[in-house]
């Protein structure tokens, strides 16, 4: 069962199960996660083997200016999801953030590290992660960051190239750095986990680790615009609501410990995903 599954990383979740022959319970707005007696009567009529949470609201900035909504989607709605897995005794899979951290540490983040969320979303998705293990034992939850993909109707790669084409030059901030992460790579690694029976905490990423800024030069450069002019900014220059965490790459420890292998390195699928953009008629 996977709730989100219109969503970027939610339609790839469906793509990978289905063609390993699973059969697959997808929902989305159709699915109220955040009313608990749809959750309670729903799951169980089911009987699925595992539930997959990949739907969020993912709006940091209206998270800080709404705080009820986030927490409504990121928290409540785990939290139901959560409960009825726990009467079925079926793992549940939850898909977290790099805001969970300030950004503050100077490398990349482990599982082992400690969280301090700077925003609503960010707490969100904590308090989600440490209410799901005081009712189940049995849970995988999947930190990422800096999506893209075929799916859904933004991220970064897709903007950049929309603004690039229709304005000529773009203004990026330098102080946020990251990893950009394929919404593929990143289902196919949770669809490997999430059946393998190891429970617990993940980071997973792509591999490498760029600025924001100099991202979208990369983007532009692979996607043939060497005439689009990037200008470095800073995030105080935008007064966003949301603080980003300024250095965040996360270290897929675990995911190495536990025999998994190492991810791709971001710009393989990167290319792959602009090209597609480019043949597919997309942008």
């Not at 025999?259 to 997309?282: M, N």
Request: hydrophobic letters at 40%; aromatic letters at 10%; a negative charge.
């Amino acid at each position: 069962m996977i709730c989100g599954a219109a969503g970027q990383l939610g339609s790839e979740l469906v793509d990978v199960f289905r063609n390993d022959g699973e059969v697959v319970h997808g929902f989305d707005l159709d699915l109220d996660i955040t009313d608990y007696d749809v959750i309670a009567d729903r799951v169980p009529s089911l009987k699925p083997n595992l539930v997959i949470n990949s739907a969020a609201f993912v709006d940091a900035d209206e998270a800080e200016r709404d705080p009820d909504i986030s927490y409504r989607v990121n928290f409540v709605g785990t939290q139901n999801l959560a409960l009825a897995c726990g009467k079925l005794g079926c793992p549940l899979v939850f898909v977290s953030s790099d805001y969970v951290f300030d950004g503050k540490k100077g490398g990349s983040y482990t599982e082992f590290d400690l969280p301090n969320p700077q925003g609503v979303y960010g707490r969100a998705k904590l308090a989600a992660e440490r209410y799901i293990p005081s009712v189940l034992d049995q849970y995988y939850i999947f930190r990422t960051q800096w999506l893209f993909g075929r799916y859904g109707k933004r991220n970064f790669v897709k903007s950049i190239l929309r603004n690039a084409r229709d304005k000529g030059s773009l203004r990026v901030v330098t102080d946020e750095v990251g990893t950009p992460t394929s919404a593929a790579d990143l289902a196919a690694t949770i669809h490997k986990v999430s059946l393998s029976g190891k429970f617990g905490l993940y980071h997973a990423t792509n591999t490498g680790a760029c600025s924001r800024f100099d991202f979208a030069k990369e983007i532009v450069e692979v996607a043939g615009m060497p005439d689009v002019e990037v200008l470095p900014i800073e995030y105080t220059d935008l007064n966003l609501p949301c603080p980003r965490p300024p250095f965040s790459p996360l270290d897929n420890m675990l995911l190495r410990l536990q025999g998994f292998g190492q991810a791709r390195d971001y710009h393989e699928p990167l290319k792959e995903y602009v090209d597609w953009l480019l043949e597919s008629g997309e942008l």
